[in-house]
């Protein structure tokens, strides 16, 4: 899979992280809001489908897909997005949001409510991994969006979503093995998964985590036509994650550059009229 395309979007939306895109006082700007396990990340794009800025903040507001601290959602993606609007100097309106697959009506109202709460008219509401495959562009193939909380599969034929399941572990369950090897806090576990210079050191640490991944991975990509799995998520920055889960599942495994930021990303450019 070449991932340059994804990769070259995934660099220009790092760089509108640190310093938005100028926009005219009447350019359509579309917004992906991503109430994750771990974050809460807000994207916006123009009409070109470019990103112009993005906003996140570590939020321990959902669990497992669920929302379970409805207030400090709504406060977080107030804030996230006064701070881009500040930015660019324009009015966010429209949104796009995205749930773990199979979430419920009920629970997918909630995300909604939320985004809605802060201002925003939601035009769509999709699925995590169909949302990645926005920016990945995978034809066939599994999408696996492991977040903070949860593993999210999409198997996708011939472009189209032909099956999707979630079930819990995540980034989350990796720092709480760090925590307990090292006797460190859970927020100093954090600090640790993502210091690049320890991932190595790490690894093996944490495997049984990510081949607990890579087992529910198999499981749901098992009897069905999956020649390759495409990783995207936060947890997936953990280096050669990859490897660990294809030596389980025997699938062909592959992520981009910067897993982190494909699902928002993708969640915006999924924004309509």
Same mark, same amino acid.
């Given at each position: 899979?070449?991932?340059?395309?994804?990769?070259?979007?995934?660099?220009?939306?790092? /760089?509108?992280? /640190?310093?938005?895109?100028?926009?005219?006082?009447?350019?359509?700007?579309?917004?992906?809001?991503?109430?994750?396990?771990?974050?809460?990340?807000?994207?916006?794009?123009?009409?070109?489908?470019?990103?112009?800025?993005?906003?996140?903040?570590?939020?321990?507001?959902? /669990?497992?897909?669920? =929302?379970?601290? @409805?207030?400090?959602?709504?406060?977080?993606?107030?804030?996230?997005?006064?701070?881009?609007? /500040?930015?660019?100097?324009?009015?966010?309106?429209?949104?796009?949001?995205?749930?773990?697959?199979?979430?419920?009506?009920? *629970?997918?109202?909630?995300?909604?409510?939320?985004?809605?709460?802060?201002?925003?008219?939601?035009?769509?509401?999709?699925?995590?991994?169909?949302?990645?495959?926005?920016?990945?562009?995978?034809?066939?193939?599994?999408?696996?969006?492991?977040?903070?909380?949860?593993?999210?599969?999409?198997?996708?034929? *011939?472009?189209?979503?032909?099956?999707?399941?979630?079930?819990?572990?995540?980034?989350?369950?990796?720092?709480?093995?760090?925590?307990?090897? @090292?006797?460190?806090?859970?927020?100093?576990?954090?600090?640790?998964?993502?210091?690049?210079?320890?991932?190595?050191?790490?690894?093996?640490?944490?495997?049984?985590?990510?081949?607990?991944?890579?087992? =529910?991975?198999?499981?749901?990509?098992?009897?069905?036509?999956?020649?390759?799995? @495409?990783?995207?998520?936060?947890?997936?920055?953990?280096?050669?994650?990859?490897?660990? =889960?294809?030596?389980?599942?025997?699938?062909?495994? @592959?992520?981009?550059?910067?897993?982190?930021?494909?699902?928002?990303?993708?969640?915006?450019?999924?924004?309509?009229?």
């Amino acid at each position: 899979m070449d991932f340059t395309a994804a990769d070259k979007l995934m660099d220009t939306l790092e /760089k509108c992280r /640190k310093k938005p895109r100028k926009v005219t006082a009447t350019e359509p700007l579309y917004v992906g809001v991503d109430l994750g396990t771990a974050y809460i990340v807000v994207v916006a794009v123009n009409a070109k489908k470019q990103p112009v800025a993005c906003a996140m903040r570590f939020a321990q507001v959902v /669990k497992d897909g669920l =929302i379970v601290d @409805y207030t400090g959602g709504l406060r977080i993606v107030r804030e996230l997005t006064q701070e881009l609007e /500040k930015k660019l100097g324009r009015k966010l309106e429209k949104a796009a949001i995205a749930v773990p697959p199979g979430t419920s009506e009920r *629970d997918c109202a909630t995300h909604r409510h939320v985004a809605e709460g802060a201002g925003y008219q939601v035009t769509s509401v999709l699925d995590e991994p169909t949302a990645a495959n926005s920016v990945l562009g995978v034809r066939d193939g599994a999408i696996v969006d492991i977040g903070g909380g949860t593993t999210g599969i999409a198997v996708l034929e *011939d472009g189209k979503v032909v099956y999707v399941a979630d079930e819990p572990t995540g980034g989350t369950h990796v720092s709480l093995v760090l925590a307990g090897n @090292y006797d460190i806090s859970f927020e100093e576990a954090e600090d640790l998964k993502k210091d690049k210079a320890r991932q190595k050191e790490i690894l093996p640490v944490v495997r049984p985590v990510i081949e607990k991944m890579g087992s =529910i991975i198999h499981r749901h990509v098992q009897g069905r036509n999956v020649s390759a799995l @495409y990783l995207v998520g936060g947890t997936c920055c953990l280096q050669d994650m990859e490897k660990v =889960i294809q030596k389980y599942t025997g699938v062909p495994t @592959y992520k981009p550059a910067n897993p982190f930021l494909v699902t928002p990303l993708g969640i915006a450019l999924n924004c309509t009229d």
